[in-house]
Protein backbone atom coordinates (compact mmCIF):
# COMPACT_ATOMS: atom_id res chain seq x y z
CA UNK A 1 0.00 0.00 0.00
CA UNK A 2 0.94 3.64 -0.71
CA UNK A 3 2.08 5.32 2.04
CA UNK A 4 2.43 8.82 2.91
CA UNK A 5 4.61 10.67 6.22
CA UNK A 6 2.44 13.06 8.13
CA UNK A 7 2.86 16.53 8.79
CA UNK A 8 6.11 17.72 10.73
CA UNK A 9 7.61 21.04 11.80
CA UNK A 10 11.02 21.88 11.57
CA UNK A 11 13.58 23.00 14.49
CA UNK A 12 14.92 26.17 12.83
CA UNK A 13 17.77 27.65 14.94
CA UNK A 14 15.42 28.14 18.44
CA UNK A 15 12.18 28.40 16.97
CA UNK A 16 10.12 25.94 16.21
CA UNK A 17 8.05 26.28 13.06
CA UNK A 18 4.69 24.53 12.15
CA UNK A 19 2.67 24.86 9.39
CA UNK A 20 -1.16 23.79 9.01
CA UNK A 21 -4.11 24.57 6.52
CA UNK A 22 -7.60 26.19 7.78
CA UNK A 23 -10.51 23.45 6.86
CA UNK A 24 -14.59 23.93 7.41
CA UNK A 25 -14.03 22.55 11.28
CA UNK A 26 -12.26 25.68 11.90
CA UNK A 27 -14.23 28.12 11.19
CA UNK A 28 -18.04 29.18 12.41
CA UNK A 29 -20.56 31.32 10.90
CA UNK A 30 -18.79 34.37 10.71
CA UNK A 31 -16.82 33.05 7.76
CA UNK A 32 -13.20 32.91 10.03
CA UNK A 33 -11.55 30.26 12.13
CA UNK A 34 -13.41 30.22 15.79
CA UNK A 35 -11.27 31.60 18.07
CA UNK A 36 -10.74 28.63 20.44
CA UNK A 37 -9.31 26.38 17.70
CA UNK A 38 -6.08 28.56 17.79
CA UNK A 39 -5.83 26.88 21.20
CA UNK A 40 -5.80 23.50 19.76
CA UNK A 41 -3.15 24.69 16.36
CA UNK A 42 -0.93 25.92 18.83
CA UNK A 43 -1.45 22.01 21.46
CA UNK A 44 -0.54 20.32 17.92
CA UNK A 45 2.71 22.84 17.54
CA UNK A 46 3.75 22.14 20.78
CA UNK A 47 3.39 18.19 20.46
CA UNK A 48 5.19 18.32 17.28
CA UNK A 49 7.96 20.10 19.23
CA UNK A 50 8.17 17.56 21.80
CA UNK A 51 8.38 14.79 19.21
CA UNK A 52 10.62 16.48 17.61
CA UNK A 53 13.21 16.81 20.91
CA UNK A 54 12.32 13.19 21.75
CA UNK A 55 9.76 12.75 24.36
CA UNK A 56 7.24 10.41 23.63
CA UNK A 57 3.82 11.92 25.20
CA UNK A 58 2.41 8.65 25.19
CA UNK A 59 4.41 6.96 26.60
CA UNK A 60 4.59 9.13 29.67
CA UNK A 61 0.43 9.59 29.75
CA UNK A 62 0.38 5.25 29.35
CA UNK A 63 2.45 4.54 31.61
CA UNK A 64 1.17 7.33 34.00
CA UNK A 65 4.71 8.97 34.51
CA UNK A 66 2.44 12.45 33.57
CA UNK A 67 1.47 14.93 31.03
CA UNK A 68 1.48 18.69 30.35
CA UNK A 69 -1.64 20.68 30.90
CA UNK A 70 -1.64 24.61 29.91
CA UNK A 71 -1.55 26.54 33.00
CA UNK A 72 -2.04 30.20 31.88
CA UNK A 73 -2.25 31.43 28.41
CA UNK A 74 -2.91 34.82 27.32
CA UNK A 75 -3.70 35.45 23.36
CA UNK A 76 -4.49 38.21 21.32
CA UNK A 77 -6.40 38.12 17.96
CA UNK A 78 -4.55 40.07 15.09
CA UNK A 79 -6.17 39.30 12.11
CA UNK A 80 -8.84 36.16 11.20
CA UNK A 81 -7.54 33.13 9.59
CA UNK A 82 -10.00 31.84 6.82
CA UNK A 83 -10.56 28.68 5.18
CA UNK A 84 -7.88 27.36 2.79
CA UNK A 85 -5.42 29.39 4.53
CA UNK A 86 -2.04 28.51 5.19
CA UNK A 87 -0.66 29.12 8.57
CA UNK A 88 2.75 28.75 10.19
CA UNK A 89 2.84 28.47 14.32
CA UNK A 90 6.36 29.65 15.29
CA UNK A 91 7.30 28.33 18.97
CA UNK A 92 9.56 29.52 21.22
CA UNK A 93 10.71 28.15 24.25
CA UNK A 94 11.10 31.30 27.20
CA UNK A 95 11.47 29.39 30.56
CA UNK A 96 11.79 25.75 31.48
CA UNK A 97 11.68 25.19 35.52
CA UNK A 98 11.28 21.95 37.26
CA UNK A 99 7.67 21.52 36.79
CA UNK A 100 6.60 24.13 34.04
CA UNK A 101 7.69 25.64 30.66
CA UNK A 102 6.71 29.07 29.45
CA UNK A 103 6.92 29.31 25.56
CA UNK A 104 5.89 32.23 22.96
CA UNK A 105 3.60 31.29 20.17
CA UNK A 106 1.90 32.74 17.01
CA UNK A 107 0.41 32.17 14.23
CA UNK A 108 1.13 33.63 10.95
CA UNK A 109 -1.01 33.30 7.31
CA UNK A 110 1.70 32.17 5.28
CA UNK A 111 0.28 33.87 1.57
CA UNK A 112 0.59 32.68 -1.53
CA UNK A 113 4.72 32.17 -3.14
CA UNK A 114 5.36 34.91 -5.30
CA UNK A 115 3.22 37.50 -3.38
CA UNK A 116 6.44 37.70 -1.04
CA UNK A 117 7.43 37.50 2.75
CA UNK A 118 6.63 40.97 3.14
CA UNK A 119 3.24 40.35 3.04
CA UNK A 120 3.00 37.61 5.58
CA UNK A 121 0.92 38.22 8.89
CA UNK A 122 0.61 37.30 12.17
CA UNK A 123 -2.74 36.04 13.21
CA UNK A 124 -2.42 35.72 16.77
CA UNK A 125 0.08 35.88 19.55
CA UNK A 126 -0.32 33.93 23.03
CA UNK A 127 1.78 33.22 26.19
CA UNK A 128 1.68 29.69 27.52
CA UNK A 129 2.44 28.12 30.57
CA UNK A 130 2.72 24.55 30.44
CA UNK A 131 2.75 22.70 33.79
CA UNK A 132 3.69 18.82 34.00
CA UNK A 133 1.06 16.85 36.15
CA UNK A 134 0.88 13.00 37.62
CA UNK A 135 -2.24 11.15 36.61
CA UNK A 136 -4.45 13.12 39.80
CA UNK A 137 -3.48 16.35 37.69
CA UNK A 138 -1.24 17.48 40.76
CA UNK A 139 1.64 19.30 39.35
CA UNK A 140 4.85 17.00 39.47
CA UNK A 141 8.84 17.55 38.00
CA UNK A 142 8.69 17.44 34.86
CA UNK A 143 11.36 14.31 33.75
CA UNK A 144 14.83 15.21 33.76
CA UNK A 145 15.60 14.88 30.38
CA UNK A 146 12.74 16.42 28.83
CA UNK A 147 12.84 19.36 31.13
CA UNK A 148 16.78 19.87 28.93
CA UNK A 149 15.36 19.40 26.13
CA UNK A 150 13.38 22.38 26.55
CA UNK A 151 16.32 24.24 28.10
CA UNK A 152 18.88 23.72 24.89
CA UNK A 153 15.75 24.97 22.75
CA UNK A 154 15.73 28.33 24.74
CA UNK A 155 16.12 31.59 22.80
CA UNK A 156 19.53 33.33 24.37
CA UNK A 157 17.28 36.09 23.79
CA UNK A 158 13.86 36.91 22.61
CA UNK A 159 12.23 39.59 21.04
CA UNK A 160 8.43 39.03 20.76
CA UNK B 1 -44.71 15.41 19.99
CA UNK B 2 -43.23 15.86 23.40
CA UNK B 3 -41.02 18.61 23.76
CA UNK B 4 -37.88 20.02 26.06
CA UNK B 5 -36.50 23.36 26.28
CA UNK B 6 -33.08 23.83 25.69
CA UNK B 7 -30.84 24.67 28.32
CA UNK B 8 -30.68 28.69 29.35
CA UNK B 9 -28.52 30.48 32.05
CA UNK B 10 -30.20 33.09 34.29
CA UNK B 11 -29.29 36.47 35.12
CA UNK B 12 -28.63 36.80 38.76
CA UNK B 13 -28.14 40.60 39.84
CA UNK B 14 -25.17 41.85 37.70
CA UNK B 15 -23.74 38.40 37.22
CA UNK B 16 -24.97 35.74 34.53
CA UNK B 17 -24.84 32.31 35.42
CA UNK B 18 -25.03 29.18 32.95
CA UNK B 19 -24.50 25.43 34.18
CA UNK B 20 -23.19 22.30 31.91
CA UNK B 21 -21.93 18.86 32.38
CA UNK B 22 -18.78 17.69 31.06
CA UNK B 23 -19.03 15.30 28.32
CA UNK B 24 -16.60 13.11 26.68
CA UNK B 25 -16.23 15.23 24.04
CA UNK B 26 -14.66 17.70 26.69
CA UNK B 27 -12.32 15.32 27.46
CA UNK B 28 -8.52 14.31 26.34
CA UNK B 29 -6.46 10.96 27.02
CA UNK B 30 -5.11 12.54 30.21
CA UNK B 31 -9.01 12.10 31.55
CA UNK B 32 -9.29 15.74 32.42
CA UNK B 33 -10.85 18.74 30.08
CA UNK B 34 -8.79 19.73 27.05
CA UNK B 35 -8.17 23.30 27.64
CA UNK B 36 -9.29 24.87 24.68
CA UNK B 37 -12.70 23.74 25.74
CA UNK B 38 -13.20 26.41 28.55
CA UNK B 39 -13.18 28.57 25.62
CA UNK B 40 -16.28 26.86 24.28
CA UNK B 41 -17.85 27.28 27.46
CA UNK B 42 -17.00 30.62 27.96
CA UNK B 43 -18.57 31.53 24.18
CA UNK B 44 -21.59 29.69 25.00
CA UNK B 45 -22.15 31.59 28.20
CA UNK B 46 -21.71 34.77 26.46
CA UNK B 47 -24.24 33.68 24.06
CA UNK B 48 -26.72 32.93 26.67
CA UNK B 49 -25.93 36.07 28.21
CA UNK B 50 -26.88 37.64 24.77
CA UNK B 51 -29.72 36.19 24.06
CA UNK B 52 -31.11 37.04 27.66
CA UNK B 53 -30.22 40.37 26.49
CA UNK B 54 -32.41 40.17 23.66
CA UNK B 55 -29.69 40.80 21.11
CA UNK B 56 -30.24 38.38 18.39
CA UNK B 57 -26.83 37.42 17.50
CA UNK B 58 -27.86 35.12 14.61
CA UNK B 59 -29.61 37.62 12.33
CA UNK B 60 -27.11 39.74 13.07
CA UNK B 61 -24.74 37.74 11.21
CA UNK B 62 -27.19 36.85 8.77
CA UNK B 63 -28.24 40.58 7.60
CA UNK B 64 -24.56 41.67 7.31
CA UNK B 65 -24.58 43.65 10.39
CA UNK B 66 -21.88 42.07 12.13
CA UNK B 67 -21.27 39.39 14.90
CA UNK B 68 -18.62 39.53 17.68
CA UNK B 69 -14.95 37.83 17.87
CA UNK B 70 -13.11 37.90 20.88
CA UNK B 71 -10.16 40.27 20.59
CA UNK B 72 -8.25 39.11 23.49
CA UNK B 73 -8.13 36.15 26.33
CA UNK B 74 -6.30 35.72 29.51
CA UNK B 75 -6.73 32.30 31.32
CA UNK B 76 -5.65 30.45 34.44
CA UNK B 77 -6.65 27.33 34.68
CA UNK B 78 -6.82 26.17 38.81
CA UNK B 79 -8.24 22.58 38.92
CA UNK B 80 -9.34 20.47 36.28
CA UNK B 81 -12.86 19.27 35.02
CA UNK B 82 -13.48 15.23 34.49
CA UNK B 83 -16.61 13.73 32.63
CA UNK B 84 -20.07 13.81 34.35
CA UNK B 85 -18.66 17.22 36.47
CA UNK B 86 -21.59 19.93 36.71
CA UNK B 87 -19.54 23.06 35.88
CA UNK B 88 -20.91 26.60 36.44
CA UNK B 89 -19.86 29.64 34.57
CA UNK B 90 -20.22 33.06 36.01
CA UNK B 91 -19.82 35.86 33.85
CA UNK B 92 -19.78 39.71 34.55
CA UNK B 93 -19.41 42.98 32.28
CA UNK B 94 -16.54 44.76 33.22
CA UNK B 95 -16.95 47.47 30.23
CA UNK B 96 -18.92 48.19 27.57
CA UNK B 97 -17.45 50.31 24.85
CA UNK B 98 -18.42 51.56 21.10
CA UNK B 99 -16.54 48.52 19.95
CA UNK B 100 -15.61 46.07 22.23
CA UNK B 101 -16.66 44.58 25.79
CA UNK B 102 -14.54 42.95 28.51
CA UNK B 103 -15.67 40.36 30.98
CA UNK B 104 -14.74 38.09 33.69
CA UNK B 105 -15.55 34.70 33.15
CA UNK B 106 -15.22 31.86 35.93
CA UNK B 107 -15.27 27.97 35.99
CA UNK B 108 -16.51 26.70 39.00
CA UNK B 109 -17.34 23.00 40.03
CA UNK B 110 -20.76 22.33 41.38
CA UNK B 111 -20.30 19.73 43.63
CA UNK B 112 -22.99 17.23 44.26
CA UNK B 113 -26.09 19.19 46.57
CA UNK B 114 -25.60 17.85 50.27
CA UNK B 115 -21.89 18.30 50.06
CA UNK B 116 -22.38 21.89 50.47
CA UNK B 117 -21.57 25.33 49.01
CA UNK B 118 -18.17 25.48 50.88
CA UNK B 119 -16.80 23.32 48.98
CA UNK B 120 -17.86 24.40 45.02
CA UNK B 121 -13.96 25.34 43.50
CA UNK B 122 -12.99 27.23 40.90
CA UNK B 123 -11.51 25.46 37.89
CA UNK B 124 -10.70 28.13 35.37
CA UNK B 125 -10.68 32.25 34.88
CA UNK B 126 -10.77 34.48 32.32
CA UNK B 127 -10.59 38.28 31.19
CA UNK B 128 -12.16 38.42 27.41
CA UNK B 129 -11.94 40.78 25.34
CA UNK B 130 -14.87 40.65 22.56
CA UNK B 131 -14.85 43.28 19.98
CA UNK B 132 -17.63 43.59 17.03
CA UNK B 133 -16.86 43.18 13.81
CA UNK B 134 -18.52 43.65 10.07
CA UNK B 135 -18.63 40.80 7.67
CA UNK B 136 -14.83 41.76 6.29
CA UNK B 137 -13.88 40.98 9.79
CA UNK B 138 -13.07 44.65 10.45
CA UNK B 139 -13.99 46.46 13.89
CA UNK B 140 -17.16 48.18 13.53
CA UNK B 141 -19.46 49.38 16.33
CA UNK B 142 -22.08 47.61 18.30
CA UNK B 143 -25.32 48.75 17.70
CA UNK B 144 -26.53 50.61 19.89
CA UNK B 145 -29.19 48.88 21.69
CA UNK B 146 -26.61 45.99 22.50
CA UNK B 147 -24.01 48.26 23.65
CA UNK B 148 -26.56 49.90 26.30
CA UNK B 149 -27.78 46.34 27.55
CA UNK B 150 -24.63 45.08 28.71
CA UNK B 151 -24.15 48.58 30.10
CA UNK B 152 -26.87 48.15 32.24
CA UNK B 153 -25.35 44.88 32.96
CA UNK B 154 -22.09 45.87 34.41
CA UNK B 155 -21.22 45.67 37.91
CA UNK B 156 -21.07 48.82 39.77
CA UNK B 157 -17.58 46.91 41.56
CA UNK B 158 -15.69 44.24 41.13
CA UNK B 159 -13.96 42.03 42.88
CA UNK B 160 -12.41 39.50 40.79
CA UNK C 1 -22.74 31.21 45.55
CA UNK C 2 -25.97 30.47 43.49
CA UNK C 3 -25.95 27.56 41.94
CA UNK C 4 -27.57 25.96 39.06
CA UNK C 5 -28.04 23.01 37.89
CA UNK C 6 -26.86 21.79 34.27
CA UNK C 7 -29.30 20.90 31.72
CA UNK C 8 -30.05 17.08 32.06
CA UNK C 9 -32.84 14.95 29.79
CA UNK C 10 -35.81 13.38 30.44
CA UNK C 11 -36.90 9.35 29.67
CA UNK C 12 -40.44 9.91 28.34
CA UNK C 13 -41.64 6.12 27.77
CA UNK C 14 -39.35 4.67 25.76
CA UNK C 15 -37.81 7.07 24.51
CA UNK C 16 -34.76 9.72 26.22
CA UNK C 17 -34.80 13.29 25.06
CA UNK C 18 -32.38 15.75 25.22
CA UNK C 19 -32.04 19.26 24.28
CA UNK C 20 -29.42 21.69 23.22
CA UNK C 21 -28.81 25.17 21.61
CA UNK C 22 -26.63 25.57 18.69
CA UNK C 23 -23.93 27.23 19.10
CA UNK C 24 -21.16 29.59 17.31
CA UNK C 25 -18.80 26.44 17.76
CA UNK C 26 -21.48 23.74 16.33
CA UNK C 27 -21.23 25.98 13.45
CA UNK C 28 -18.57 26.33 10.02
CA UNK C 29 -18.65 29.05 7.34
CA UNK C 30 -21.26 27.91 5.22
CA UNK C 31 -23.77 28.86 8.51
CA UNK C 32 -24.98 26.08 9.29
CA UNK C 33 -24.02 23.19 11.95
CA UNK C 34 -20.49 21.03 11.37
CA UNK C 35 -21.96 17.49 9.97
CA UNK C 36 -19.60 16.11 12.62
CA UNK C 37 -21.21 18.05 15.31
CA UNK C 38 -24.19 16.22 15.33
CA UNK C 39 -22.05 13.12 16.63
CA UNK C 40 -21.26 15.06 19.65
CA UNK C 41 -24.82 15.92 20.14
CA UNK C 42 -26.00 12.33 20.01
CA UNK C 43 -22.87 11.25 22.54
CA UNK C 44 -24.21 14.22 24.98
CA UNK C 45 -27.64 12.24 24.74
CA UNK C 46 -26.25 8.67 25.25
CA UNK C 47 -24.18 9.65 28.40
CA UNK C 48 -27.24 11.61 29.62
CA UNK C 49 -29.41 8.51 28.90
CA UNK C 50 -26.72 5.97 30.93
CA UNK C 51 -26.67 8.85 33.97
CA UNK C 52 -30.14 8.93 34.24
CA UNK C 53 -30.36 4.77 34.31
CA UNK C 54 -28.03 4.83 36.80
CA UNK C 55 -24.92 3.92 34.87
CA UNK C 56 -21.72 5.95 36.10
CA UNK C 57 -19.56 6.10 33.18
CA UNK C 58 -16.96 8.14 35.10
CA UNK C 59 -16.55 5.47 37.77
CA UNK C 60 -15.95 2.89 35.13
CA UNK C 61 -13.44 4.50 33.18
CA UNK C 62 -11.42 5.83 36.13
CA UNK C 63 -11.50 2.04 37.77
CA UNK C 64 -10.46 0.36 34.46
CA UNK C 65 -14.15 -1.15 33.74
CA UNK C 66 -14.21 0.23 30.33
CA UNK C 67 -15.88 2.41 28.20
CA UNK C 68 -18.31 2.61 25.48
CA UNK C 69 -17.54 3.23 21.87
CA UNK C 70 -18.96 3.86 18.96
CA UNK C 71 -18.37 0.64 16.58
CA UNK C 72 -20.75 1.42 13.68
CA UNK C 73 -22.44 4.32 12.84
CA UNK C 74 -25.32 5.41 9.85
CA UNK C 75 -26.71 9.06 9.77
CA UNK C 76 -28.58 11.10 7.28
CA UNK C 77 -28.80 14.87 7.41
CA UNK C 78 -32.06 15.92 6.18
CA UNK C 79 -31.74 19.86 7.40
CA UNK C 80 -29.37 22.32 8.29
CA UNK C 81 -29.44 23.61 12.40
CA UNK C 82 -28.60 27.02 12.25
CA UNK C 83 -27.27 29.41 15.26
CA UNK C 84 -29.68 29.90 18.01
CA UNK C 85 -31.69 27.01 17.13
CA UNK C 86 -33.33 24.87 19.71
CA UNK C 87 -32.64 21.10 19.01
CA UNK C 88 -33.99 18.15 20.89
CA UNK C 89 -32.58 14.55 20.80
CA UNK C 90 -34.74 11.97 20.78
CA UNK C 91 -33.01 8.58 21.37
CA UNK C 92 -34.66 4.89 21.75
CA UNK C 93 -32.64 1.48 22.18
CA UNK C 94 -33.52 -1.12 19.42
CA UNK C 95 -31.04 -3.66 21.10
CA UNK C 96 -28.90 -4.62 24.23
CA UNK C 97 -26.62 -6.96 23.90
CA UNK C 98 -23.74 -8.83 25.90
CA UNK C 99 -21.14 -6.67 24.46
CA UNK C 100 -23.19 -4.14 22.91
CA UNK C 101 -26.60 -1.75 22.02
CA UNK C 102 -28.02 -0.66 19.27
CA UNK C 103 -29.83 2.48 19.50
CA UNK C 104 -31.62 5.39 17.11
CA UNK C 105 -31.58 8.87 17.70
CA UNK C 106 -32.64 12.06 16.10
CA UNK C 107 -32.24 15.90 15.89
CA UNK C 108 -35.06 17.77 15.71
CA UNK C 109 -35.43 21.30 15.29
CA UNK C 110 -38.17 22.33 17.82
CA UNK C 111 -39.51 25.46 16.23
CA UNK C 112 -40.43 28.31 19.00
CA UNK C 113 -43.46 27.78 20.92
CA UNK C 114 -46.35 29.56 19.25
CA UNK C 115 -45.26 28.28 15.70
CA UNK C 116 -46.96 24.73 16.90
CA UNK C 117 -45.95 21.21 16.90
CA UNK C 118 -46.68 20.64 13.54
CA UNK C 119 -43.59 22.69 12.40
CA UNK C 120 -41.01 20.45 14.33
CA UNK C 121 -38.64 18.89 12.22
CA UNK C 122 -36.17 16.14 11.58
CA UNK C 123 -32.61 17.76 11.07
CA UNK C 124 -30.70 14.11 11.08
CA UNK C 125 -31.50 10.62 12.16
CA UNK C 126 -28.50 8.01 13.10
CA UNK C 127 -28.89 4.48 13.43
CA UNK C 128 -25.81 3.62 16.27
CA UNK C 129 -23.89 0.52 17.22
CA UNK C 130 -21.82 0.95 20.66
CA UNK C 131 -19.60 -1.18 22.14
CA UNK C 132 -18.49 -1.95 25.51
CA UNK C 133 -14.33 -2.02 25.18
CA UNK C 134 -11.95 -2.52 27.91
CA UNK C 135 -9.00 -0.48 28.28
CA UNK C 136 -6.67 -2.06 25.70
CA UNK C 137 -9.96 -1.47 23.58
CA UNK C 138 -10.90 -4.80 23.31
CA UNK C 139 -14.66 -5.55 23.15
CA UNK C 140 -15.88 -6.82 26.75
CA UNK C 141 -19.14 -7.36 28.24
CA UNK C 142 -20.93 -4.56 29.38
CA UNK C 143 -21.59 -4.63 33.28
CA UNK C 144 -25.11 -6.61 33.83
CA UNK C 145 -26.64 -3.98 35.74
CA UNK C 146 -26.07 -2.01 32.66
CA UNK C 147 -27.02 -4.33 30.07
CA UNK C 148 -30.66 -4.75 32.26
CA UNK C 149 -30.70 -0.92 32.36
CA UNK C 150 -30.63 -0.86 28.61
CA UNK C 151 -33.33 -3.87 28.05
CA UNK C 152 -35.42 -2.29 30.41
CA UNK C 153 -35.61 0.86 28.66
CA UNK C 154 -36.13 -0.65 24.68
CA UNK C 155 -39.15 0.11 22.94
CA UNK C 156 -41.44 -2.53 22.10
CA UNK C 157 -41.98 -2.03 19.06
CA UNK C 158 -40.26 0.87 17.05
CA UNK C 159 -41.44 2.72 14.36
CA UNK C 160 -38.70 4.87 13.38
CA UNK D 1 10.81 35.03 7.53
CA UNK D 2 11.69 31.43 7.44
CA UNK D 3 8.00 29.48 5.96
CA UNK D 4 6.86 25.87 5.91
CA UNK D 5 4.39 24.78 3.37
CA UNK D 6 1.46 23.19 4.66
CA UNK D 7 0.67 19.49 4.73
CA UNK D 8 -0.83 18.00 1.23
CA UNK D 9 -2.69 15.02 0.35
CA UNK D 10 -1.42 13.35 -3.18
CA UNK D 11 -3.66 12.06 -6.09
CA UNK D 12 -2.17 8.38 -6.53
CA UNK D 13 -3.76 6.63 -9.52
CA UNK D 14 -7.58 7.34 -8.87
CA UNK D 15 -6.92 7.45 -4.95
CA UNK D 16 -6.39 10.29 -2.83
CA UNK D 17 -4.16 9.90 -0.01
CA UNK D 18 -3.83 12.36 3.45
CA UNK D 19 -1.98 12.00 6.25
CA UNK D 20 -2.31 13.06 9.56
CA UNK D 21 -1.39 12.76 13.21
CA UNK D 22 -3.32 12.48 16.39
CA UNK D 23 -3.26 14.86 18.75
CA UNK D 24 -4.67 15.66 22.20
CA UNK D 25 -7.54 17.46 20.87
CA UNK D 26 -8.44 13.86 19.30
CA UNK D 27 -8.34 11.90 21.87
CA UNK D 28 -11.00 11.35 24.84
CA UNK D 29 -10.12 10.34 28.09
CA UNK D 30 -10.64 6.31 26.91
CA UNK D 31 -6.97 6.96 25.34
CA UNK D 32 -8.20 6.53 21.99
CA UNK D 33 -9.30 8.71 19.45
CA UNK D 34 -13.32 9.99 19.76
CA UNK D 35 -15.42 8.66 17.00
CA UNK D 36 -16.76 11.78 15.81
CA UNK D 37 -13.32 13.18 14.82
CA UNK D 38 -13.29 10.96 12.01
CA UNK D 39 -15.05 12.82 10.44
CA UNK D 40 -13.17 15.87 10.93
CA UNK D 41 -10.28 14.02 9.33
CA UNK D 42 -12.15 12.52 6.69
CA UNK D 43 -13.43 16.15 5.56
CA UNK D 44 -9.98 17.62 5.28
CA UNK D 45 -9.07 14.83 3.02
CA UNK D 46 -12.21 16.16 1.15
CA UNK D 47 -11.20 19.34 0.92
CA UNK D 48 -7.44 18.71 0.42
CA UNK D 49 -8.59 16.53 -2.85
CA UNK D 50 -11.01 19.80 -4.16
CA UNK D 51 -8.31 21.49 -3.47
CA UNK D 52 -5.75 19.30 -5.79
CA UNK D 53 -8.66 18.92 -8.18
CA UNK D 54 -8.75 22.52 -8.91
CA UNK D 55 -11.49 23.55 -6.87
CA UNK D 56 -11.52 26.78 -4.49
CA UNK D 57 -14.11 25.84 -1.82
CA UNK D 58 -13.70 29.23 -0.42
CA UNK D 59 -14.58 31.19 -3.43
CA UNK D 60 -17.56 29.67 -3.87
CA UNK D 61 -19.02 29.72 -0.47
CA UNK D 62 -17.86 33.89 -0.45
CA UNK D 63 -19.08 34.64 -3.71
CA UNK D 64 -22.95 32.46 -2.45
CA UNK D 65 -21.85 29.64 -5.44
CA UNK D 66 -22.31 27.10 -2.72
CA UNK D 67 -20.97 24.55 -0.36
CA UNK D 68 -20.40 20.86 -0.11
CA UNK D 69 -22.69 19.38 2.92
CA UNK D 70 -22.41 16.17 3.80
CA UNK D 71 -26.06 14.19 3.08
CA UNK D 72 -25.39 10.68 4.33
CA UNK D 73 -22.44 8.85 6.43
CA UNK D 74 -22.13 5.50 7.51
CA UNK D 75 -18.87 4.45 8.79
CA UNK D 76 -17.42 1.57 11.19
CA UNK D 77 -14.87 1.78 13.74
CA UNK D 78 -12.70 -1.34 13.44
CA UNK D 79 -9.84 -0.74 16.03
CA UNK D 80 -8.98 1.92 17.99
CA UNK D 81 -6.37 5.59 16.86
CA UNK D 82 -3.94 6.91 19.69
CA UNK D 83 -2.23 9.99 20.09
CA UNK D 84 0.77 10.52 18.18
CA UNK D 85 -0.26 7.76 15.26
CA UNK D 86 0.08 8.36 11.82
CA UNK D 87 -2.73 7.70 10.11
CA UNK D 88 -3.21 7.97 6.01
CA UNK D 89 -6.91 8.77 4.70
CA UNK D 90 -7.84 7.39 1.49
CA UNK D 91 -10.20 8.88 -0.31
CA UNK D 92 -12.31 6.88 -3.58
CA UNK D 93 -14.85 8.80 -5.65
CA UNK D 94 -17.67 5.84 -6.68
CA UNK D 95 -20.01 8.75 -8.35
CA UNK D 96 -20.23 12.16 -9.05
CA UNK D 97 -23.75 12.83 -9.96
CA UNK D 98 -25.38 16.77 -11.09
CA UNK D 99 -25.51 17.58 -7.22
CA UNK D 100 -24.06 14.93 -5.31
CA UNK D 101 -20.82 13.21 -4.77
CA UNK D 102 -20.73 9.47 -3.11
CA UNK D 103 -17.43 8.72 -1.89
CA UNK D 104 -15.30 5.49 0.35
CA UNK D 105 -12.91 6.83 2.16
CA UNK D 106 -10.82 4.98 4.96
CA UNK D 107 -8.21 5.42 7.74
CA UNK D 108 -5.23 3.18 8.07
CA UNK D 109 -2.83 3.55 10.94
CA UNK D 110 0.49 3.68 9.41
CA UNK D 111 2.88 1.96 11.41
CA UNK D 112 6.44 3.08 11.74
CA UNK D 113 8.80 2.45 8.87
CA UNK D 114 10.95 -0.23 8.99
CA UNK D 115 7.71 -2.54 10.85
CA UNK D 116 6.56 -3.50 7.40
CA UNK D 117 3.53 -2.68 4.92
CA UNK D 118 1.96 -5.88 6.12
CA UNK D 119 1.00 -4.35 9.49
CA UNK D 120 -0.83 -1.30 8.49
CA UNK D 121 -4.33 -1.57 10.32
CA UNK D 122 -7.51 -0.18 9.13
CA UNK D 123 -8.97 1.87 11.74
CA UNK D 124 -12.32 3.30 10.04
CA UNK D 125 -13.91 2.99 6.78
CA UNK D 126 -16.55 5.34 5.75
CA UNK D 127 -19.24 5.89 2.90
CA UNK D 128 -20.05 9.37 2.27
CA UNK D 129 -22.59 10.93 -0.11
CA UNK D 130 -21.84 14.89 -0.20
CA UNK D 131 -24.34 17.67 -1.58
CA UNK D 132 -24.04 20.98 -3.11
CA UNK D 133 -26.52 23.68 -1.33
CA UNK D 134 -26.77 26.93 -2.20
CA UNK D 135 -26.44 29.38 0.19
CA UNK D 136 -30.03 28.59 1.96
CA UNK D 137 -28.59 25.07 2.56
CA UNK D 138 -30.97 24.03 -0.61
CA UNK D 139 -29.07 21.37 -3.01
CA UNK D 140 -28.14 23.33 -5.85
CA UNK D 141 -26.06 21.51 -9.31
CA UNK D 142 -22.46 21.39 -8.52
CA UNK D 143 -20.71 23.37 -11.08
CA UNK D 144 -19.84 21.93 -14.20
CA UNK D 145 -16.08 21.70 -13.87
CA UNK D 146 -16.24 20.45 -10.66
CA UNK D 147 -18.44 17.62 -10.80
CA UNK D 148 -16.08 16.99 -13.70
CA UNK D 149 -12.90 16.93 -11.65
CA UNK D 150 -14.69 14.68 -9.78
CA UNK D 151 -15.73 12.35 -12.79
CA UNK D 152 -11.79 12.71 -14.03
CA UNK D 153 -11.15 11.06 -10.69
CA UNK D 154 -13.35 7.90 -10.29
CA UNK D 155 -11.65 4.39 -9.87
CA UNK D 156 -12.59 2.16 -12.97
CA UNK D 157 -13.21 -0.92 -10.81
CA UNK D 158 -14.07 -0.27 -6.74
CA UNK D 159 -13.05 -3.28 -4.58
CA UNK D 160 -13.97 -1.71 -0.85
Not at 79 to 84: E, F, N, V
Request: glycine share 8%.
Amino acid sequence: MQRLSPPTGILHGTEHLFALRVYYEDTDLSGIAYHANYLRWFERARSDLLRLLGVDQRAAAEDGTGTYAVSELSIRYLAPARLDDAVLVRTRTLQSGAASVRLIQQAWLQLDAGTGDADDRMLAEAQVRVGFVGPGGRPVRQPAGWRAAFQSFIAPEVSP
